[in-house]
T-cell receptor, first 112, second 118 residues
Framework: GENVEQHPSTLSVQEGDSAVIKCTYSDSASNYFPWYKQELGKGPQLIIDIRSNVGEKKDQRIAVTLNKTAKHFSLHITETQPEDSAVYFCAASRRSQGNLIFGKGTKLSVKP | NAGVTQTPKFRILKIGQSMTLQCAQDMNHNYMYWYRQDPGMGLKLIYYSVGAGITDKGEVPNGYNVSRSTTEDFPLRLELAAPSQTSVYFC?????????????????FGEGSWLTVV
């Protein structure tokens, strides 16, 4: 089955700096890769996603890149703000399945 | 604009007790899921359903049961609670299995149910 590894587990940056979180996946049939942000006491919320036919996707300060050959994808947050502080999860799934396999999460702290 | 609604928010159970976590969605989604989240372990899929009357096991189904009698509701049942089931439980839903897109595989989560078994 699919296995998703996520690094780092914790990340601390200064406000205004960039943050990068990386994930690798094992199942070459996976073709959908979302990123979720989870604030304390809340459920995960989708912030950006990418499909396997696209190498990069950007939405304002957030971007995701995908390398299918190497089976890894990354989340990039530029100009970080204190409100970006949260736990971020990557995930992967196949077209034929609706369920997601999640990484273990990255706790991002943005220091003002 | 309710989305995915879970109840209760918090619950303390004694070992061996039973309970049901309720989940309802108002987005007419076909797919529904139950995940559990343990500290530092990400989310693990317990059970999922692709439509009313159809359920299937996820990664960690032992100790749980589900039913899906309607499109809207997907309750999770714990029959004999054990300390290992202390966790945060998230219900989620999606329109279909097709990946990506505004109505595709975007999975929407509820706010979570904190369960402690003592």
């Amino acid at each position: 089955g699919e296995n998703v590894e996520q690094h780092p587990s914790t990340l601390s940056v200064q406000e205004g700096d960039s943050a990068v979180i990386k994930c690798t996946y094992s199942d070459s049939a996976s073709n959908y890769f979302p990123w979720y942000k989870q604030e304390l006491g809340k459920g995960p919320q989708l912030i950006i996603d990418i499909r396997s036919n696209v190498g990069e996707k950007k939405d304002q300060r957030i971007a995701v890149t995908l390398n299918k050959t190497a089976k890894h994808f990354s989340l990039h947050i530029t100009e970080t703000q204190p409100e970006d502080s949260a736990v971020y999860f990557c995930a992967a799934s196949r077209r034929s399945q609706g369920n997601l396999i999640f990484g273990k999460g990255t706790k991002l702290s943005v220091k003002p | 604009n309710a989305g995915v609604t879970q109840t209760p928010k918090f619950r303390i159970l004694k070992i061996g007790q039973s309970m049901t976590l309720q989940c309802a969605q108002d987005m007419n989604h076909n797919y529904m899921y139950w995940y559990r989240q343990d500290p530092g372990m990400g989310l693990k899929l317990i059970y999922y359903s692709v439509g009313a009357g159809i359920t299937d096991k996820g990664e960690v189904p032992n100790g749980y049961n589900v039913s899906r009698s309607t499109t809207e509701d997907f309750p999770l049942r714990l029959e004999l609670a054990a300390p290992s089931q202390t966790s945060v439980y998230f219900c989620a839903s999606s329109y279909s299995a097709a990946p990506g897109g505004a109505s595709g595989n975007t999975i929407y989560f509820g706010e979570g149910s904190w369960l402690t078994v003592v």
